[in-house]
C-alpha cells in the first residue's frame, strides 16, 4: 500500500472539480483505495505512512479521446487543408510503420510525450499495418497503461504503401482482437479511417466485428473539412448526411467515437446522442487545419457525450493544457464561455465517460484505476505567480489551463506505479 499526503484535484458527485488543500490518496494494487481530507483519510487507516509532497498536486491523468499514433513527425507540417496535407505528409510518412522495427522505436518515442504531458491513456490510431498496432500494445502493455487503439482500416483512395486489402484489413483486425484486446488494460478499437478511404465492405466488415466482439471501440472521423464532406457527398449521393454513411452501415453505437464532428446538423447531433456514440474535439488540430469551429451550445443541447482530444498531427500540441485553452478560445469565437471546470473535466473525466471508461480512470475516487499526475502550480516563474494569486479553484484552474504545459507535469503514475517525470523527493 502507498499512500501521498499533497493537494487533490478530483470530481465530485455532480462532476463539479473540487480541490482539497491538504489531502491523502492511498493506493493499493495499483488501485484507489482512499482519497480524501488529510486528518480524515488517516485517521481511518490507523499505521499508514506517507510521501509527503504538500506543495503538489495530485490530479487524475489526462485522458484523449483521438490521437494518431505513427503521425508524431508529421506535427506541425504546413499544407493547405486536410486533403493535401494527409497526401503530401501523412501518407508517406505513415507508410514507414509496415517496418515492425520502426514501429517499435516510434511507440517509445509516442509514449514518453503521451506521459510527459500527462496523457495516461488514449484512444489511438495506429497505421494501416498491423505491425503499427503490434509494437502500440506491446509498448502500452510493457507501461502497464490503458490504452484502446486499432489499425487503420483504408482500402481505397489510399496510396499503396498505407492501403490494405479489404478483406486481409479485416482478417488483421479480428487478429489483433484476439490477441489484445481486454489483455491487461487494453481495448482494441475497430478504426475504419474515414468514409473516402473504405469501401461499405470493408465498413460493413467493421461493423461485422464490433457486433461479435461488443467489448471493442469503433473510430473514425466525420465532418472535419468542406472538402472532405463534398467528397462524402459525391460518393454517397443518396446518404442524408456524413455521419448517415456510417449509420447506414452500422457504425453508429456506443463505444464508438466520431473525431471533429464540426459540420452537422441537428439531426447527426440527435443521432449521436440516441446511438450513444461520443465525440472527440480536437481544437488545435481544426485550427491548424482551418476545419471549423466546433459547436459546443449544439453538443450541449443534443446532449452526447464528447471529450476532448489532441489530434496530433494534425493538433499542434499534445499538451491537455494547449487543448483545453483551445477548446475555451474555439467556444469564445462563438459567444460561449466554457468554465475552468467542465474545460479539465472533458480532458479527464469527461472523456474517459465518452470512451465508456468513466467507472475506471478519469477520476481520484476509490475502485479507480491510479493513474494520476503530480502537478507543480509553481513550474515557471509567472505559473507560480498566477496559481499564487488564485483566489477560487476556478482561478487556479484557468491559471493552469494557460500558462500550464509540461513543465507543471512532475510526474505520471499508472497503476500507482512512475511511469513518467520525477516523483518529489
Ligand atoms: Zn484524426
Same mark, same amino acid.
Given at each position: 500500500?502507498?499512500?501521498y499526503?499533497?493537494?487533490?484535484?478530483?470530481?465530485?458527485?455532480?462532476?463539479?472539480?473540487?480541490?482539497?488543500?491538504?489531502a491523502?490518496?492511498?493506493?493499493?494494487?495499483?488501485?484507489?483505495?482512499?482519497?480524501?481530507?488529510?486528518?480524515?483519510?488517516?485517521?481511518?487507516?490507523?499505521?499508514?505512512?506517507?510521501?509527503?509532497?504538500?506543495?503538489?498536486?495530485?490530479?487524475?491523468g489526462?485522458v484523449?479521446?483521438?490521437?494518431?499514433?505513427?503521425?508524431?513527425?508529421?506535427?506541425?507540417?504546413?499544407?493547405?487543408?486536410?486533403?493535401?496535407?494527409?497526401?503530401?505528409?501523412t501518407?508517406?510518412?505513415?507508410?514507414?510503420?509496415?517496418?515492425?522495427?520502426y514501429?517499435a522505436?516510434?511507440a517509445?518515442?509516442?509514449?514518453d510525450e503521451?506521459l510527459?504531458?500527462g496523457?495516461?491513456?488514449?484512444?489511438?490510431?495506429?497505421?494501416?499495418h498491423?505491425?503499427s498496432?503490434?509494437?502500440?500494445?506491446?509498448?502500452?502493455?510493457?507501461?502497464?497503461l490503458?490504452m484502446?487503439?486499432?489499425?487503420?482500416?483504408?482500402?481505397?483512395?489510399s496510396? =499503396?504503401?498505407?492501403?490494405?486489402?479489404?478483406h486481409?484489413g #479485416?482478417?488483421?483486425?479480428?487478429?489483433?482482437?484476439?490477441?489484445?484486446?481486454g489483455? &491487461? /488494460?487494453l481495448?482494441?478499437?475497430?478504426?475504419?479511417?474515414f468514409?473516402?478511404?473504405?469501401?461499405?465492405?470493408?465498413?460493413?466488415?467493421?461493423?461485422?466485428?464490433?457486433?461479435?466482439?461488443? &467489448?471493442?471501440?469503433v473510430?473514425t472521423?466525420?465532418?472535419?473539412?468542406?472538402? =472532405?464532406?463534398?467528397?462524402? /457527398?459525391?460518393?454517397?449521393?443518396?446518404?442524408?448526411?456524413?455521419?448517415?454513411?456510417?449509420?447506414?452501415l452500422g457504425?453508429l453505437?456506443?463505444?464508438?467515437?466520431?473525431?471533429?464532428?464540426?459540420?452537422?446538423?441537428?439531426?447527426d447531433?440527435? %443521432?449521436? @446522442?440516441?446511438?450513444?456514440?461520443?465525440?472527440?474535439?480536437?481544437?488545435?488540430?481544426?485550427?491548424?487545419?482551418?476545419?471549423?469551429?466546433?459547436?459546443?451550445?449544439?453538443?450541449?443541447?443534443a446532449?452526447?457525450?464528447?471529450?476532448?482530444?489532441c489530434?496530433?498531427?494534425?493538433?499542434?500540441?499534445?499538451?491537455?493544457?494547449?487543448?483545453?485553452?483551445? @477548446?475555451?478560445?474555439?467556444?469564445?469565437?462563438?459567444?460561449?464561455?466554457?468554465?475552468?471546470g467542465?474545460?479539465?473535466y472533458?480532458?479527464? #473525466?469527461?472523456a474517459?465517460?465518452a470512451?465508456g471508461?468513466?467507472?475506471?480512470?478519469g477520476?481520484?475516487?476509490?475502485?479507480?484505476?491510479?493513474?494520476?499526475?503530480?502537478?507543480?502550480?509553481?513550474?515557471?516563474?509567472?505559473l @507560480?505567480?498566477?496559481?499564487g494569486?488564485?483566489n477560487?479553484?476556478a =482561478?487556479?484552474?484557468f491559471?493552469?489551463?494557460?500558462l500550464g504545459d509540461d513543465?507543471?507535469?512532475?510526474?505520471?503514475l499508472?497503476q &500507482?506505479?512512475?511511469?513518467? &517525470? %520525477?516523483?518529489?523527493?
Amino acid at each position: 500500500m502507498d499512500a501521498y499526503r499533497a493537494a487533490l484535484l478530483r470530481f465530485d458527485e455532480l462532476d463539479q472539480p473540487q480541490r482539497l488543500e491538504d489531502a491523502l490518496l492511498v493506493v493499493s494494487e495499483g488501485r484507489i483505495l482512499a482519497a480524501g481530507p488529510f486528518a480524515e483519510v488517516a485517521a481511518r487507516h490507523p499505521g499508514l505512512s506517507w510521501s509527503d509532497w504538500r506543495g503538489r498536486t495530485l490530479a487524475p491523468g489526462f485522458v484523449d479521446a483521438h490521437v494518431h499514433f505513427p503521425q508524431i513527425d508529421v506535427i506541425g507540417s504546413p499544407a493547405d487543408g486536410l486533403l493535401p496535407w494527409l497526401e503530401n505528409y501523412t501518407f508517406p510518412h505513415e507508410a514507414r510503420f509496415a517496418d515492425p522495427a520502426y514501429a517499435a522505436q516510434i511507440a517509445e518515442v509516442f509514449l514518453d510525450e503521451l506521459l510527459r504531458h500527462g496523457i495516461t491513456t488514449a484512444m489511438t490510431y495506429c497505421s494501416s499495418h498491423p505491425a503499427s498496432a503490434e509494437a502500440f500494445f506491446a509498448a502500452s502493455e510493457a507501461r502497464g497503461l490503458r490504452m484502446v487503439a486499432g489499425k487503420c482500416l483504408m482500402d481505397r483512395n489510399s496510396p =499503396e504503401p498505407v492501403r490494405d486489402d479489404t478483406h486481409q484489413g #479485416l482478417r488483421d483486425s479480428q487478429a489483433l482482437i484476439e490477441r489484445w484486446h481486454g489483455r &491487461g /488494460r487494453l481495448g482494441y478499437a475497430l478504426t475504419p479511417r474515414f468514409a473516402p478511404s473504405c469501401t461499405d465492405a470493408q465498413m460493413l466488415g467493421a461493423a461485422e466485428l464490433a457486433r461479435a466482439y461488443p &467489448g471493442t471501440w469503433v473510430q473514425t472521423h466525420v465532418a472535419e473539412n468542406h472538402d =472532405e464532406i463534398a467528397w462524402v /457527398r459525391q460518393l454517397y449521393p443518396s446518404a442524408r448526411s456524413y455521419l448517415d454513411v456510417y449509420d447506414r452501415l452500422g457504425l453508429l453505437r456506443e463505444r464508438s467515437m466520431y473525431a471533429h464532428c464540426i459540420h452537422l446538423d441537428a439531426e447527426d447531433r440527435a %443521432r449521436l @446522442a440516441a446511438s450513444g456514440a461520443s465525440a472527440a474535439v480536437c481544437p488545435t488540430s481544426n485550427l491548424f487545419l482551418g476545419s471549423g469551429l466546433f459547436d459546443f451550445t449544439a453538443a450541449r443541447a443534443a446532449g452526447f457525450h464528447w471529450g476532448l482530444a489532441c489530434d496530433v498531427g494534425g493538433g499542434t500540441s499534445f499538451s491537455p493544457f494547449r487543448t483545453m485553452l483551445a @477548446a475555451f478560445e474555439v467556444a469564445r469565437l462563438s459567444g460561449v464561455t466554457l468554465s475552468p471546470g467542465e474545460l479539465w473535466y472533458r480532458h479527464t #473525466l469527461g472523456a474517459a465517460r465518452a470512451m465508456g471508461l468513466g467507472d475506471r480512470i478519469g477520476n481520484l475516487a476509490p475502485g479507480h484505476e491510479a493513474d494520476f499526475l503530480v502537478l507543480d502550480d509553481r513550474a515557471t516563474p509567472l505559473l @507560480a505567480r498566477r496559481t499564487g494569486a488564485a483566489n477560487s479553484l476556478a =482561478e487556479w484552474l484557468f491559471a493552469m489551463i494557460v500558462l500550464g504545459d509540461d513543465r507543471a507535469v512532475s510526474a505520471a503514475l499508472a497503476q &500507482g506505479r512512475r511511469v513518467s &517525470g %520525477r516523483l518529489p523527493a
